[in-house]
């Protein structure tokens, strides 16, 4: 994962924002609601607090299926 790659939510991803269907942590949740396919991973990662480890949930968000990355 590259700092200019960017995310996008996926149809899942989307049914989870709608209908919290699946048991995923709050910041979780949040990292995903910032995913819009407009900022890149380096942008997310700025715009959330350390504590968050956005780099991790985004791998985290992708193996369930809820993202998924366009390189760039």
């Known amino acids: 994962m590259q700092d200019r790659d960017m995310y996008f939510r996926t149809q899942k991803g989307g049914e989870e924002i709608s209908n919290r269907s699946k048991a995923i942590s709050m910041i979780c949740r949040h990292v995903l609601i910032m995913v819009n396919g407009s900022m890149s991973v380096g942008e997310l990662a700025q715009n959330a607090p350390d504590s968050w480890q956005v780099r991790d949930k985004l791998i985290e ?7 998924s990355i366009e390189k760039s």
């Open 61 to 67: 968000l992708e193996s369930l299926g809820l993202i």
